[in-house]
């Protein structure tokens, strides 16, 4: 039996201010956006995957102008046929994963699952007149 392969692309947006600039693990992302490239502190970052012998962590994903195009891109990149479909979690920063927003097409698998707990119906990600993600709730 072949099963399909699971594509998985991850996209991050920005950097907290409690980073100072230390984006340690962005090379681990598919995408970002040009602002967190941005806030980058290079010689922090570079000094902190060296130290961890982990060079993939500071290398510099593909990045966009917005949020919006980088969320766009990743979706593309899956070649879906419909990317409604997609499974995606969305996560506020890496020290709060009590609390994600999920898609449609993922909130049924969270439904199957004794361990989780729905809070609120998937809703559309929302984006405003800039590109920018609107915040999770």
């Given at each position: 039996?072949?099963?399909?392969?699971?594509?998985?692309?991850?996209?991050?947006?920005?950097?907290?201010?409690?980073?100072?600039?230390?984006?340690?693990?962005?090379?681990l992302?598919?995408?970002?956006?040009?602002?967190?490239?941005?806030?980058?502190?290079?010689?922090?970052?570079?000094?902190?995957?060296?130290?961890?012998?982990?060079l993939?962590?500071a290398?510099?994903?593909?990045?966009?102008?917005?949020?919006r195009e980088?969320?766009?891109?990743?979706?593309?990149?899956?070649?879906?046929?419909?990317?409604?479909q997609?499974?995606v979690?969305?996560?506020?920063?890496?020290?709060?994963?009590?609390?994600?927003?999920?898609?449609?097409?993922?909130?049924?698998?969270?439904?199957?699952?004794?361990?989780?707990?729905?809070?609120?119906?998937?809703?559309?990600?929302?984006?405003?007149?800039?590109?920018?993600?609107?915040?999770?709730s």
């Amino acid at each position: 039996m072949v099963q399909g392969t699971v594509h998985r692309r991850i996209v991050v947006r920005d950097l907290t201010p409690e980073s100072h600039g230390n984006a340690t693990g962005v090379g681990l992302a598919d995408f970002t956006t040009t602002r967190l490239v941005r806030q980058m502190d290079a010689r922090v970052t570079y000094l902190n995957s060296l130290t961890a012998l982990s060079l993939q962590s500071a290398k510099i994903p593909i990045h966009f102008d917005t949020d919006r195009e980088a969320v766009s891109a990743a979706l593309q990149s899956l070649a879906l046929r419909d990317v409604t479909q997609a499974k995606v979690v969305r996560i506020q920063d890496t020290l709060s994963l009590e609390r994600v927003a999920v898609s449609e097409s993922y909130a049924e698998s969270v439904n199957q699952r004794s361990d989780l707990k729905v809070i609120n119906d998937p809703e559309a990600m929302k984006f405003d007149a800039d590109g920018l993600l609107a915040s999770l709730s």
